[in-house]
Nanobody, 119 residues
């Protein structure tokens, strides 16, 4: 069983930066695919960025060039550096770890952290 604990987030002015962290704990083996999702007010949860076990990142168009997902497998951690933040980025952000087995996969979610972009 894995447990994901998030940190970071908060209130920032437009154009500012924030960094989110997600650390995995618990007795689980393997290296997961990591992802960050967000859910804005009145919106559905959407995928923001993913990073494969050995690297290789993908982003939704609206954050390309502004957000950077990274990971440190030794620390079992994943990060989301968010620059040039816009009010539209306001949301609760969640990290997710996906452990893929031959016949099934398991998803674990962080507790969510609020990011508010406002002047």
């Amino acid at each position: 069983q894995a447990r994901l604990v998030q940190s970071g987030g908060g209130l920032v002015q437009p154009g500012g930066s924030l960094n989110l962290s997600c650390v995995i704990s618990g007795q689980i083996f393997g290296i997961p695919t990591m992802a960050w999702y967000r859910q804005g007010p009145g919106k559905q949860r959407e995928l923001v960025a993913t990073i494969a076990p050995r690297g290789g990142a993908e982003y939704i168009d609206s954050v390309k060039g502004r957000f950077t997902i990274s990971r440190d497998n030794d620390k079992r951690a994943c990060y989301l550096q968010m620059d040039s933040l816009e009010p539209e980025d306001t949301a609760v952000y969640y990290c997710k770890a996906t452990y893929a087995l031959p016949r099934e996969s398991y998803d674990y979610w962080g507790q969510g952290t609020q990011v508010t972009v406002s002047s």
